[in-house]
């Protein structure tokens, strides 16, 4: 699966979570998924409790999060969570998230 399919399967909709990335078709944020890897929690756990994850979805979490901070690094006075300027960041072309 591409970077670009993976990426596919996060969304940023200002209706959903307060407009957090999240995976499509759900109200799981790519912060708590990698906060439940961070902490130990193993991907078939994931996998276990949230029936209808895929290990592709724990995956593009993990991307979206490399991406994030990756702008985060490159444009640190562009990056303000909730704002527009997010948004357009990560629906520019360059990283290819695409919202609902």
């Excluded at 200002?14 to 759900?26: A, D, L, S, Y």
């Excluded at 895929?54 to 979490?61: F, G, L, N, R, Y």
Aim: hydrophobic residues 40%; charged residues 25%.
């Amino acid at each position: 699966m591409t970077d670009s399919e993976l990426l596919e399967r996060i969304t940023l909709n200002p209706k959903v979570m307060t407009g957090k990335p999240v995976i499509r078709g759900t109200r799981l944020t790519v912060d708590y998924i990698v906060g439940l890897l961070a902490h130990g929690t193993t991907p078939e756990n994931i996998l276990k409790e949230y029936e209808g994850l895929t290990p592709e979805d724990i995956q593009a979490c993990l991307l979206f999060a490399s991406h994030a901070k990756e702008l985060l690094e490159t444009f640190p006075d562009k990056i303000f969570p909730g704002t527009q300027e997010l948004w357009e960041f990560l629906n520019a072309p360059q990283v290819g998230i695409v919202g609902d």
